[in-house]
Nanobody
């Protein structure tokens, strides 16, 4: 069973930064492609960023390109999402995801974390 545990969410002012972490277990990072999705209040869950299991490919939503960076530390079994220049519209619950297929698709994710709330005040 794959477990994904997010941390690092919180309240930040517009223009600020936060780093989300997703702790995994076992061989998750070498087995699955990893990603981040988010769901804002009243909206559908949407793709944010993904990284392939071999680290060769990264993908970003247009809305976060140049501001967010996905990375992972295989020794720590952790995936990160560095979020800079945050905007009010980035406010959402951020979910870590693991999937055996690339690219990651919302309706095909194998495993989800429980989410971490990020609130950006304007």
């Amino acid at each position: 069973q794959v477990q994904l545990v997010e941390s690092g969410g919180g309240l930040v002012q517009a223009g600020g930064s936060l780093r989300l972490s997703c702790a995994t277990s076992g061989r998750t990072l070498s087995t699955y492609h990893m990603g981040w999705f988010r769901q804002a209040p009243g909206k559908e869950r949407e793709f944010v960023a993904a990284i392939s299991r071999n680290d060769y490919v990264k993908s970003y939503a247009d809305s976060v390109k140049g501001r967010f960076t996905i990375s992972k530390d295989n020794a720590k079994n952790t995936v990160y999402l560095q979020m800079n220049s945050l905007k009010a519209e980035d406010t959402a619950v951020y979910y870590c995801a693991a999937d055996g297929a690339w690219p990651l698709r919302l309706n095909g994710i194998d495993y989800w974390g429980k989410g971490a709330l990020v609130t950006v005040s304007s």
